[in-house]
Nanobody
Framework: QVQLVESGGGSVQAGGSLRLSCAASGPYYCMGWFRQAPGKEREMVARFWSTGVRPFVSNSVKGRFAVSQDSTKNTLYLQMNSLEPDDTATYYC????????????????WGQGTQVTVSS
């Protein structure tokens, strides 16, 4: 069973930057970054495939966030620039080894979450 360990959250002022990391203990087919703010539904922010398919970034963060991988460290990153107060949420990474589940955005492996707080 792959385990995920997230890091990099924190508090910043609007316009600032943070980089989240998600270290995986084993291989995965797809991995995603999600976020959930209090009272809101969970939202997928970005998705990365190990096959080299172009990463996905949601429209809500496109142009500000970027997802990348360091395969030597088996770690996925989420670079967040020009942060806005609406980006305040708990951010989770999730992974999946099943191609079928990946195609359905159904991840079984989740990290513990890391808090990002953006003040105006």
């Amino acid at each position: 069973q792959v385990q995920l360990v997230e890091s990099g959250g924190g508090s910043v002022q609007a316009g600032g930057s943070l980089r989240l990391s998600c270290a995986a203990s084993g291989p995965y087919y797809c991995m995603g970054w999600f976020r959930q703010a209090p009272g809101k539904e969970r939202e997928m922010v970005a998705r990365f495939w190990s096959t080299g398919v172009r990463p996905f970034v949601s429209n809500s963060v496109k142009g500000r966030f970027a997802v990348s991988q360091d395969s030597t460290k088996n770690t996925l990153y989420l670079q967040m620039n020009s942060l806005e107060p609406d980006d305040t949420a708990t951010y989770y990474c999730a992974a999946e080894n099943s191609t079928y589940r990946c195609s359905r955005n159904d991840h079984r492996i989740w990290g513990q979450g890391t808090q990002v707080t953006v003040s105006s």
